[in-house]
């Protein structure tokens, strides 16, 4: 099969904003981490993050406004079949203009390209921006697992077929 061949492309999202849309490259991921850091409870640290990129390198995408990262997303293909999101932010200034919807088709379209016929994810039941997000795109809560995250906060886990 072809790999996915995007090299860099400039999208205008649905509120109007252009972002530049490219693959992770290994030199990205301070900014990445600064994303990551500001994002979430327990950040993905620096070395999982080079180690994810080196591993993902199509499906750990980048987007770039004033040629400054403003967000990520990172799938991985598992079992040749599941297209599983682990990681998605945007920086906080720029949230709610459309690059998250962006990020996530643009994932989901380089892990089908790879032979995904389902999409799964997992989500802390409080974070509602981004089940609301998931759920815009056509994703379904399908269980619940309690004590997913270290703080013993329980994830939906959230699938989405590829019609
Ligand atoms: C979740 C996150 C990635 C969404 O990114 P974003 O770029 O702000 O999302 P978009 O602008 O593409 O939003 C698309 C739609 O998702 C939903 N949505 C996004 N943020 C929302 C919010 N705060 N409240 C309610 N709905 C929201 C809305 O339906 C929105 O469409 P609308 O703005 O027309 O109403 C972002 O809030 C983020 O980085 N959060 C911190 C990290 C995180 O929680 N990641 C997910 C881990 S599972």
Known sequence: MLG????????????????????????????????????????????????????????????????????YVIGVLRWDVIGHIINIAIHPDFRRKGIGEVLMREVMAALKKKGA???????????????????????????IISNYYSDGEACYVMVKRDP
Do not use: H
């Not at 950040?43 to 995408?61: R, W």
């Not at 389902?118 to 994703?139: D, H, K, T, W």
């Open 4 to 71: 996915w061949r995007m090299k860099r492309k400039t999208v205008t999202t649905r509120k109007g904003f252009r972002i530049l849309l490219r693959k992770v490259s290994l030199s990205d991921i301070p900014q990445i981490y600064n994303i990551e850091s500001v994002s979430f409870k327990d950040p993905y640290p620096p070395s999982l993050l080079e180690t994810l990129a080196t591993l993902n390198k199509d499906t750990f995408i980048v987007a770039e406004y004033n040629k400054k990262i403003v967000g």
């Open 117 to 143: 016929t389902m999409f799964r994810l997992e989500v802390r039941v409080s974070n509602i921006p981004a089940q609301c997000l998931y759920e815009r795109l056509g994703f379904q809560k399908v269980g």
